[in-house]
């Protein structure tokens, strides 16, 4: 199976040593999202899990664990986001620079192919418009081709809270001119520095605009790196074409209180209240009296989800 962690939260940048403590331990425990009282234990040993795929906006705490992950034989991959928004949409987003400086030594180590930049979400708004992004991201692109050859790209999908930014004017959505022109910019810069652009969820097909149409964990990028997958549904959201994996993160519980995340429903008051542990099998978070714990050890099932019963509220 192929872990995720995480698309819920940032494992490496906050919780890098409660991972560790998980995989030297070779289980971890995940409330699903979805049935709240379903909670899977995962085995994590390496007879189990076939790669691990960190996403995340700082890996540097996860360097120094680097050898030891790699002595267990386990193989990783890094889905390294990094974008121009400044403190004002992603307050605890560390400095580019430190970040891009960690990511050629981790490609130093693991190898280029096994790295990917996220130039993702793709935000307009006051200031951001073509002019901005093509002038960032050409700043960006230079720096980031030292460790990779992949850029993933996604337009911001305006929902729930991030209604509210749209309607102070904080955010605004995308038109479609404004699709198109960034897709022909980017592939035209990233390809002069040797980078293939790959759409992640796009509701069209932008490869005639220079956009590869692609999963962001994709297949043939498994079948390259020698590691083995599951066929079949593995989306995520519509438009997903990735592979199917296990995420074993939890929602609320990053720290870079981005403006447009997701992930985060509460605030940053509420999260740091949390119970945290880093030596607890669950990820701020225990077992309740009313939980079932599954158990999911074999390589066949590689998604939560294909344990629960239809129905449930959306996370």
Known sequence: MIITASRRTDIPAFHSEWFMNRLRAGTVLVRNPVHRTTVHRVDLGRSNVDCIVFVTKDPRPMVPHLREIGSMGHVCLFHVTMTPYGRGLEPGVPFKADVNDACIGISDRIGRDRMVWRYDPVIFGPGMGIDYHRRKFSMMCREVSEWTDRCVVSFLDVYGKLNRLVEDGTLRRVTRAEEDAFAEMVSEVAGDHGMTVTGCCTDRDMSDLGILRRGCLDRGTMRS??????????????????????????????????????????????????VYDPTAEMLWDRVRPRDTVVDIRTRGCTRLEDHLHPGGDNP
Do not use: F, W
Not at 231 to 246: K, Q
């Open 225 to 274: 790196l020698d590691i083995p997958y599951e066929t079949g549904d593995g989306n995520l959201r519509d438009g997903c074409l990735c592979v199917r994996s296990i995420d074993i993160g939890q929602y609320d519980t990053c720290m870079h209180d981005c403006v447009y995340c997701y992930a985060n429903r509460a605030d940053g008051g509420h999260r740091t209240a949390k």
